[in-house]
């Protein structure tokens, strides 16, 4: 599967963005999808994850409640709405897709978009 992120940019502090990630190849409704980011200086880490069927979602406990990220099979596209942005949300955004379909493992997302950039400013 083939993945392409789009919707960074800059915001300031307490604001809204939303990111989109469109896939291409293998039937998208396979895959479970997921968001990652990694900051300047720091390691990838995780953020959300949803479920093949949207069913289940899973979240970075620094991101819950102001995160959520969704999907539309049939736009063969995943989502993440992010609120309530902080200074510590800048970072370059990556969606990646997990072909066991359940998202739930970090570990087993193995197909990777390029990168989003989400600057939020004070």
């Known amino acids: 599967v083939q993945l392409q992120a789009s919707g960074g940019g800059l915001v300031q502090a307490r604001g809204s963005l939303r990111l989109s990630c469109a896939a291409s190849g293998r039937p998208f409704n396979t895959y479970g999808m997921g968001w990652f980011r990694q900051a300047p200086g720091k390691e990838r880490e995780f953020v959300a994850a949803?479920?093949?069927?949207?069913?289940?979602?899973y979240y970075a406990d620094s991101v819950k409640g102001r995160f959520t990220i969704s999907r539309d099979n049939a736009k063969n596209t995943a989502y993440l709405q992010m609120n309530s942005l902080k200074l510590e949300d800048t970072a370059e955004y990556y969606c990646?897709?997990?072909?066991?379909?359940?998202?739930?493992?970090?570990?087993?997302?193995?197909?990777w978009g390029q990168g989003t950039l989400v600057t939020v400013s004070s």
């Open positions: 990646a897709a997990d072909p066991t379909g359940w998202g739930r493992d970090p570990g087993s997302f193995s197909s």
């Open positions: 949803i479920s093949w069927s949207g069913s289940a979602t």
